[in-house]
């Protein structure tokens, strides 16, 4: 496995994906009783975003620019967008950064660490040995975090279900091999018959759409409990860029989650267009 997220971090489906990461985080605690935080692909944790500009040989162009830079400085953003905005801040600048643009973005581990209340638990898996090493480094000490060297799809059938009969579980890998969206209908289709009633978010690009077509009719097949997905494109179909937007399945969205997540999509697609024919929409798979 080659991806290495530094390159990506902080762009447009990092914004997506972590604002409806912290809503779900904190629709979790709602409820006194702590839950287990499972990321089956989570990175390194923290992301010096000067490194976006520079390849494995060769300068390229960073993404966060049109992504979490655009909404960093930005002013009456919905409570959802300011409220990661401000977590993302706030970490910048415990990280050492003064400046008006951000330089450390935090990834979905350390993201969900600053949320979480002691009787709230993480278990971050990370196979890649490298990744693994440097979110070690980062959490591997953290009290309530365990960190592991472990496939994301074996974490599934390891670590469900949790003590705590609660569980958050993020599936967010990297699409680099063939088969992924069958190993992860495989991997959702035993984390719901180990924990029925865990919720699951499952994050994913917006490339061929026949192939996430058959995604969808493949997870059909699960007989799924009540699941959404939001989907943000920041261009139209007909825009040549190799990822023109992404999406979340939520599967056992928190309560009326949903309605707290509409409001903030047409502004999040507003701001972090590239091209014509942007849009944001919520859309249930499976009603309650």
Request: charged fraction near 25%; glycine fraction near 6%; aromatic fraction near 10%.
């Given at each position: 496995?080659?991806?290495?997220?530094?390159?990506?971090?902080?762009?447009?489906a990092?914004?997506?994906?972590?604002?409806?990461?912290?809503?779900?985080?904190?629709?979790?605690?709602r409820?006194?009783?702590?839950?287990?935080?499972?990321?089956?692909?989570a990175?390194?944790?923290?992301?010096?975003?000067?490194?976006?500009?520079?390849?494995?040989?060769?300068?390229?162009?960073?993404?966060?620019?049109?992504?979490?830079?655009?909404?960093?400085?930005?002013?009456?953003?919905?409570?959802?967008?300011?409220?990661?905005?401000?977590?993302?801040?706030?970490?910048?600048?415990?990280?050492?950064?003064?400046?008006?643009?951000?330089?450390?973005?935090?990834?979905?581990?350390?993201?969900?660490?600053?949320?979480t209340?002691?009787?709230?638990?993480?278990?971050?898996?990370?196979?890649?040995?490298?990744?693994?090493?440097?979110?070690?480094?980062?959490?591997g000490?953290?009290?309530?975090?365990?960190?592991?060297?472990?496939?994301?799809?074996?974490?599934?059938?390891?670590?469900?279900?949790?003590?705590?009969?609660?569980?958050?579980?993020?599936?967010?890998?990297?699409?680099?091999a063939?088969?992924?969206?069958?190993?992860?209908?495989?991997?959702?289709?035993?984390?719901?018959?180990?924990?029925?009633?865990?919720?699951?978010?499952?994050?994913?690009?917006?490339?061929?759409?026949?192939?996430?077509?058959?995604?969808?009719?493949?997870l059909?097949?699960?007989?799924?409990?009540?699941?959404?997905?939001?989907?943000?494109?920041?261009?139209?179909?007909?825009?040549?860029?190799?990822?023109?937007g992404?999406?979340?399945?939520?599967?056992n969205?928190?309560?009326?989650?949903?309605?707290?997540?509409?409001?903030w999509?047409?502004?999040?697609?507003?701001?972090?267009?590239?091209?014509?024919?942007?849009?944001?929409?919520?859309?249930?798979?499976?009603?309650?």
């Open positions: 496995m080659n991806y290495r997220h530094h390159f990506h971090a902080g762009n447009f990092d914004v997506v994906k972590h604002t409806l990461l912290v809503q779900l985080v904190r629709a979790m605690q409820k006194e009783k702590g839950f287990l935080y499972l990321d089956t692909h990175g390194r944790a923290v992301y010096d975003l000067t490194v976006a500009a520079q390849g494995d040989t060769l300068a390229r162009e960073p993404e966060w620019p049109a992504g979490i830079g655009r909404l960093f400085g930005a002013e009456a953003l919905p409570a959802p967008l300011a409220d990661y905005v401000t977590v993302v801040r706030e970490f910048d600048r415990q990280r050492g950064n003064g400046d008006a643009v951000p330089r450390f973005y935090p990834g979905s581990p350390w993201l969900v660490r600053r949320l209340r002691p009787q709230d638990r993480l278990a971050l898996c990370e196979l890649h040995e490298e990744e693994y090493l440097a979110l070690w480094h980062t959490l000490r953290s009290e309530g975090v365990s960190v592991r060297e472990l496939d994301g799809y074996t974490a599934l059938r390891a670590l469900l279900p949790p003590p705590e009969r609660r569980a958050l579980v993020l599936i967010d890998p990297p699409y680099e063939q088969e992924e969206f069958a190993r992860i209908v495989a991997g959702l289709g035993e984390g719901l018959r180990r924990a029925p009633a865990a919720t699951f978010a499952i994050w994913y690009p917006l490339t061929e759409r026949a192939r996430l077509d058959a995604f969808f009719d493949e059909a097949s699960l007989n799924l409990p009540p699941t959404w997905l939001v989907e943000l494109a920041v261009a139209g179909e007909a825009s040549s860029l190799k990822m023109r992404c999406g979340v399945v939520v599967v969205p928190p309560w009326q989650l949903d309605l707290e997540v509409q409001p999509l047409p502004v999040a697609a507003r701001l972090l267009a590239q091209a014509p024919g942007g849009t944001a929409s919520l859309r249930w798979l499976v009603p309650e």
